[in-house]
């Protein structure tokens, strides 16, 4: 990556966003035209005046040559970060404080895709990322390393549920999940994609658990495929079990 195209920190970034929105607002043009005054996309525009991407040195020079004014002051990010303790409003605006029993490591647990009365298991860590302040979660311990997912948390008061989303490229993968339980446990549906022959990607969606790692239900520190015979296989196919038997989940058949 050259020297224009170096992506600016965070919290100078979103300096630079108000500056520009203030100077579109004393200027009353629109952003169309000053993306086009500073021989930049729209869509570029748009994007670093979200916060969806980092405005780049090349991106800030064209816009201080369009605007006539300065917008690179000294960024400060450990002040901005002191500052933002609560999540976007898309993913339910809560605090830090408010989702802290959150976070943590899960055992968590699904029907393996690829073999028949097999269960899946592996790790999910949820913690606190400062920088987009918003909880994340990263996916470990699993067999299939290559296909391990990272994303968000949304927790919105609404609906009750939390959703774990990963979305590449406009391709998303969720997790919805329940509150978790008096000993910690989440249960809900995974929705996501299962690789078929070849190159076929086929929608699917199956129950899934997340149980706390220092829970006795977590059964040890098992992970992989666990099949008939594993002596943790009973504590985790019950689990499993409980999504539907319970009412975490309804899965509608199509009718006779």
């Avoid at 970034?13 to 004393?26: M, T, Y």
Wanted: charge should be neutral; glycine fraction near 8%.
């Amino acid at each position: 990556m050259s020297t224009a195209e170096t992506e600016l920190p965070e919290a100078q970034s979103r300096a630079i966003a108000q500056a520009v929105r203030e100077a579109l607002a004393r200027r009353r043009i629109s952003r169309q035209t000053l993306a086009d005054e500073a021989r930049i996309s729209i869509s570029t525009l748009e994007k670093a005046l979200s916060g969806r991407r980092p405005f780049t040195l090349a991106t800030t020079i064209r816009l201080e040559e369009a605007l006539g004014v300065g917008l690179r002051g000294p960024a400060q990010p450990d002040k901005a970060l002191d500052t933002r303790r609560h999540a976007s409003e898309e993913l339910g605006a809560y605090s830090r404080e408010g989702v802290s029993w959150l976070e943590g490591r899960y055992r968590t647990l699904r029907p393996s895709f690829g073999a028949a009365d097999a269960i899946f298991a592996y790790r999910t860590e949820i913690a606190w990322e400062p920088e987009s302040s918003r909880l994340t979660f990263r996916e470990a311990e699993r067999i299939d390393a290559p296909f391990a997912q990272t994303g968000f948390v949304s927790v919105p008061n609404l609906s009750g549920q939390i959703y774990l989303v990963t979305n590449w490229q406009g391709q998303h993968r969720i997790a919805m999940l329940c509150r978790p339980t008096i000993r910690g446990e989440m249960y809900g549906i995974l929705t996501t994609l299962h690789s078929g022959r070849g190159s076929q990607l086929t929608p699917a969606a199956c129950p899934l658990v997340l149980i706390p790692e220092r829970s006795e239900l977590a059964a040890g520190d098992t992970y992989g495929r666990i099949t008939a015979g594993h002596p943790a296989y009973a504590v985790c196919r019950e689990a499993l079990g409980r999504v539907s038997d319970d009412g975490y989940a309804l899965f509608f058949a199509c009718p006779a």
